[in-house]
């Protein structure tokens, strides 16, 4: 991912998803020039290109995990969640609606 302008804050280890997030939906209601995360919002491919990246993005932490290679597993869980992040913002769901299914579950 190496998006510099997807969480430039020092975020708190508890806070850095919802911070991360507040950037990407300020990027989407901005979309300034230069930014990765702005060019998902805009790219003509619109929602396809993302979906794209979230299946490419899946297919690399799957490979990683069948390798046992643990930072690769790592590196790759953090740019799809990022994109799956994107994805959520496209759709109007925030992480509250994402935390309130997650609570049904358990």
Known sequence: ?????????????EAVLDELFATI???????????????????EKGENAVLEKIGEESTEAILAAKDDDREELTAESADLVYHLLVLLAMKDIDLDDLRDELRTRF
């Open 1 to 13: 991912m190496s998006d510099p302008d997807a969480g430039g804050d020092a975020a708190s280890d």
């Open 25 to 43: 939906e300020s990027r989407k209601a901005d979309l300034p020039d230069g930014s990765y995360t702005a060019s998902l919002f805009t790219h």
